[in-house]
């Protein structure tokens, strides 16, 4: 069974518009939940993550993601979209089966519009 | 402040031959992990290891070995590459527990011929 699903595998939004882009995940999995960006010909790097403490998560370069587990999901949001933004995103989830592993969703790519 | 490094960036092979990607943190994390990138397909685990010593299938694991050499390295070995393995490679890791993140190396390129 598919742990994290991304809605959209392409996402574009003109310079400026709000960013959403979304992640529901599997309920029989813990929710350890993590945001991740990837820019071109570059590595993942963490944007944000839930871990229980609050159900609004704020990352870094303005993005947000809220858990909301009535609709198992965990929406990554931002206000304005600006053209550095332009990346694939990853939505992942921890599981623990005899060692704690991270699976990623199948990503979402934002475009950005001038 | 290297955090996870990868060798090598590129790589063409033929299929049939073989080839090992190395991957070195200095962390001190106690995880490691091997995932290939494919388009529309996301990140997919071949393997990982939760300590030095052990390593497990992850959900691609065919075609691929490993090797926990230490804490710090942990190496993938395609024996007889196939086109099918043409991909990027990411090794990655991070220290124990359920909400920790993963670090990632740069990535290595693979074509196979």
């Known amino acids: 069974a598919q742990s994290v699903t991304q809605l959209g595998s392409h996402v574009s939004v003109s310079e400026g518009a709000l960013v959403l882009l979304r992640c529901n995940y599997s309920?029989?999995?813990?929710?350890?939940l993590f945001w991740y960006v990837q820019y071109p010909n570059q590595g993942l790097q963490l944007l944000l993550k839930?871990?229980?403490?609050?159900?609004l998560v704020k990352g870094i370069n303005g993005f947000e993601a809220e858990f909301k587990k009535s609709e198992t999901s965990f929406h990554l949001t931002k206000p304005s979209a600006h053209m550095r933004d332009a990346a694939e995103y990853f939505c992942?989830?921890?599981?623990?089966?005899?060692?704690?592993?991270?699976?990623f969703g199948a990503g979402t790519r934002l475009f950005v519009k001038a | 402040n290297a955090g996870v490094t990868q060798t090598p960036k590129f790589q063409v092979l033929k299929t049939g031959q073989s080839m090992t990607l190395q991957c070195a943190q200095d962390?001190?994390?106690?995880?490691m992990y091997w995932y290939r990138q494919d388009p529309g397909m996301g990140l997919r685990l071949i393997y990982y290891?939760?300590?030095?010593?052990?390593?497990d299938k992850g959900e691609v694991p065919n075609g691929y070995n490993v090797s926990r050499l230490n804490k710090r390295e942990f190496s993938l070995r395609l024996e007889s590459a196939a086109p099918s393995q043409t991909s990027v490679y990411f090794c990655?890791?991070?220290?124990?527990?359920?909400?920790?993140?993963?670090?990632f190396g740069q990535g290595t390129r693979l074509t196979v011929v």
């Open positions: 990655a890791s991070s220290d124990d527990g359920r909400n920790t993140e993963a670090f």
């Open positions: 309920s029989s999995v813990p929710p350890y």
């Open positions: 839930y871990t229980s403490a609050a159900t």
């Open positions: 992942a989830v921890i599981l623990n089966t005899g060692g704690f592993k991270t699976i």
């Open positions: 962390m001190n994390h106690n995880s």
């Open positions: 290891s939760a300590s030095e010593g052990t390593t």
